[in-house]
């Protein structure tokens, strides 16, 4: 709990200009002295802590620059802490770095301090992809004697290479960064820190840390200004971490007064509910039907992937929508829910997922006793080959909205309200960004509210992590979040298994449940 | 100021024993918030912070010690800070170091924080010393481009050093020292922090800060336990340094509720007058005859420096006494005193500190003008020379003399006290050690008071350093003792030196006021 949280005056950013009185034999306080006291008076508070390293370059530095200089400060719990000092001449800007540190892919944004403003942002695969994809590995891996080094040396590297990279496109140096925050899930967070993360996934699951708190970015070889502090989002337990602590943050369900859902949904469907006075959290398996991966021609979003599909319900023609209109190269988790969708509606599956060969037009081969149904022929896709989705897959992907949509019908039951009471439905992630609520709702993954109370956040772990960076007062928001959270655990009991028996129809087995949903 | 120092409810040592809980799927806390949790119910505080290099290695530590851990922790302001855990079963000591940072000698002392006891201490020349035994000289070079960095290796390099050796001897390895505490003068400090001093003897006199706090003792070089935290004694101002507060510290005179005083002689006398409710500190030239080096035969105390001197009154003789008993070589403050103030009281000098060579039984010889006393003649001296004192040395000792007592008059005089009123008169230093009261008081140097009035501190620089590592509410204190105190400039007004021309005589132009001091 953070002490006298409701007395912190936050200032409105991390930069602020401050002139000092010159030093006279009648005021002859020392140079850090005479800062952190004008610091103070700025910022309302008792204390400003000056590294030594400012100290040092204090004396020449407040003289050249008249006695009027631009401190970067940020907060650590109830102390503040200067972190940069820029003459307030130049027009070197106070950047800060916000880091999606996603276990496949690496999201960074750059920051203005002051003004608030993106500078630019860039992705990057994170390079422990190629010790495991799976999280699993890289935790096995990092409990050999090299092995945690090596998963850290290959973030950090690989992140300091990105962060100059988009720096040079920025036209600033990586020494301007003076304030870095971090969201990942638990483990990533310790292999960033270089913390074995070992018990992590032992019972009884314990984290080496839940709040790693503040870090000098030299500290774990940050190369952007060695003062600059690095800020990792603390994590609630093994298997909820720093990027829904981030999300929550970014999707502003905290601070509400209303009731609202936050679904992140990936291999782990990770879903918060709350308001400002109280929040809940679950995650479970939903399954990876929904990321891609798992049907053949099943892949993550990119160029060429079939991300929306729509069927004429009368001639049952397909028209295919692929990312930045290339040649279909397969199909993403979104453009799968919209395929399943549209063939429900036009009756080319039925209610358990089953192909209706009847209606499918002979778009159906059988292989091994298991129907395919092709979506792009050969001719028309980038791989020469059948764009197909097979009976399998469809099966799979029943499941992962079962599973998805019991969840949420556990965690809602757990507080004992009902779905039209939610005032709004945020979806994270880029899966959030790409689905269609419209397809979703169809096929019963999502309940079925009116659709403009579906709302996509995008990168939710990034944004969050990015707001921190212009919004002081979020610091405190992330300790509320923290503080305020229940953990759930989902007990997958024989209640759970009944609900979720009854969701493996499209859309439910009791379809009064989706009025909007028509098949033809 | 400390906000809330008043609340602080400090532990009764650095060092506690804590056993945690082990986890359970009941209670999954991470393994550092389980200890930082022991830790805040242990100290009663709301944060305890543990360093990512702890985090690292607490997962496997724990385990091993079977959750029950012994911890150093120390305080800075308003969070305590772990700096290093121990298995509760090896006997290995949590150590710390107290360094008292002089311009010419460095001493240390090695402490058991859990147990309070002394281990061993040692001392050596200040390695700065060969840049220039002045201070000046110091400042001056660190202005070059690679003179700060110098001198801050020299004196870094040999503490090391010096710390490896004592820990040797004391059985205890240097990672074994858990915190540190120094203090020095303010241009010490700067040079010890690798801080430019540039502007400390620059007008109008500038320190690069007042309150360097903690550092950490790898962030300067310090070879001991990478996290152990280095306290650096505050300043009051370029000339009232660390070294004075804890001095201050260490005579307690800040806690009686009677007024006492406190002065270190030195090349320059510094003087604390106060109480529990205030204190005022002032710092004026004694003059260097005190502190050896002037006279020809003068110089610090050392094996076969004479210490004490008294003289028959009736036959003149000489009765000396050395350091260790060694053939003499010279003569220190101390025994200076001593020696001027048997000659005076057996008619060899008169008020004015002259000669008077019917009393001085042949010992006299005049040179280029200027009479010098034989004390040591050739044949018994260690130089192989005889050992003299003359009246260039006499008078610039009634000069050094006179301005001391002139100096503790005015500050007296500023609060509206007098000589009588002072429960106690402390006197620091090694200078302190050696001196014989009455002596002192015999050339009205120090005030007639009663001899037990007068209270030799030893190191007391050292011995404030140490006391903040076995009494943690000390560190309290410092802070108390830097807000309340008010630095006085001497002011060398008329009124100055009328009473300094008054002080130049032995014991006093005002005989009255030194009753006790009986010349033959």
């Keep these: 709990m953070t002490e006298n949280s409701d007395s912190i005056k936050f200032p409105e950013r991390w930069v602020k200009t401050v002139s000092l009185t010159p030093p006279s034999l009648k005021d002859n306080t020392a140079d850090a002295d005479r800062l952190s006291g004008a610091l103070k ?12 390293r400012v100290i040092r370059m204090l ?3 407040l003289r050249k620059s008249n006695y009027k200089v631009r401190c970067v400060i940020f907060r650590d719990r109830e102390r503040y802490i200067l972190t940069g000092v ?7 800007p106070a950047a800060g770095l916000a880091v999606d540190l996603g276990t496949s892919r690496v999201v960074i944004r750059l920051l203005d301090l002051a003004g608030g403003l993106t500078l630019g942002e860039s992705a990057f695969d994170n390079p422990q992809g190629t010790i495991g994809p799976d999280i699993l590995v890289r935790i096995h891996f990092a409990g050999s004697s090299e092995g945690l080094k090596k998963l850290n040396k290959l973030i950090i590297e690989d992140l300091n290479r990105e962060v100059r990279n988009l720096c040079e496109k920025c036209g600033i140096r990586p020494e301007n960064i003076y304030l870095v925050t971090v969201a990942g899930n638990t483990a990533m967070t310790h292999l960033f820190l270089k913390i074995d993360p070992h018990w992590i996934i032992r019972e009884p699951y314990i984290p080496a840390t839940n709040r790693p708190g503040l870090v000098k970015a030299e500290e774990i070889g940050i190369a952007v200004n ?18 829904l602590i981030a999300g929550i943050l970014f999707s502003g369900i905290n601070k509400k007064q209303e009731t609202s859902i936050l679904v992140d949904v990936g291999t782990n469907a990770e879903v918060v509910l709350g308001n400002e006075n109280w929040l809940i959290a679950c995650a479970g398996a939903a399954g990876p039907a929904l990321e891609g991966g798992v049907t053949r021609m099943g892949m993550m979003a990119g160029p060429g992937v079939i991300d929306k599909v729509s069927i004429d319900p009368d001639t049952k023609e397909f028209s295919i929508h692929t990312i930045e209109n290339k ?6 988790g979104s453009g799968l829910i919209d395929l399943s969708a549209q063939m429900f509606l036009a009756g080319m599956i039925d209610i358990r997922g089953k192909f209706v060969p009847s209606n499918c037009q002979g778009r159906l081969k059988e292989k091994d006793g298991i129907f395919h149904l092709m979506v792009v022929p050969a001719q028309k896709s980038a791989t020469g080959k059948d764009l197909t989705i097979s009976q399998v897959d469809l099966d799979s992907l029943i499941r992962s909205k079962a599973a998805m949509f019991t969840i949420l019908e556990t965690i809602l039951g757990t507080v004992g309200i009902s779905f039209p009471e939610l005032s709004a439905f945020y979806v994270a992630g880029t899966f959030g960004s790409f689905i269609d609520p419209r397809s979703a709702i169809s096929i019963g993954m999502l309940p079925d509210l009116p659709l403009e109370s579906y709302k996509p956040l995008g990168n939710s ?11 002081p007062s979020c610091l405190d928001d992330i300790d509320k979040i923290r503080d305020r959270i229940t953990y759930m655990e989902l007990n997958v ?7 979720f028996s009854a969701a493996k129809f499209i859309p439910h087995t009791d379809t009064a449940r989706f009025p909007s949903v028509k098949p033809s």
Tied chains: 1, 2.
Aim: proline share 6%.
């Design 86 to 92: 820029l003459d307030s001449q130049t027009d070197n």
């Design 59 to 61: 004396p020449a530095f």
């Design 461 to 471: 772990s990034l944004g969050g992590a990015a707001l921190v960076l212009t919004c």
């Design 327 to 332: 040649t279909p190269v397969g199909i993403c």
């Design 493 to 499: 009991n024989q209640d759970f298994m009944n609900r």
């Design 226 to 243: 060695p003062l600059a502090r690095v800020m990792i989002f603390p994590n609630i337990g093994s298997y909820f971490g720093g990027d």
């Design 41 to 52: 008076r700025e910022l309302r508070t008792d204390f400003v802590q000056i590294d030594l």
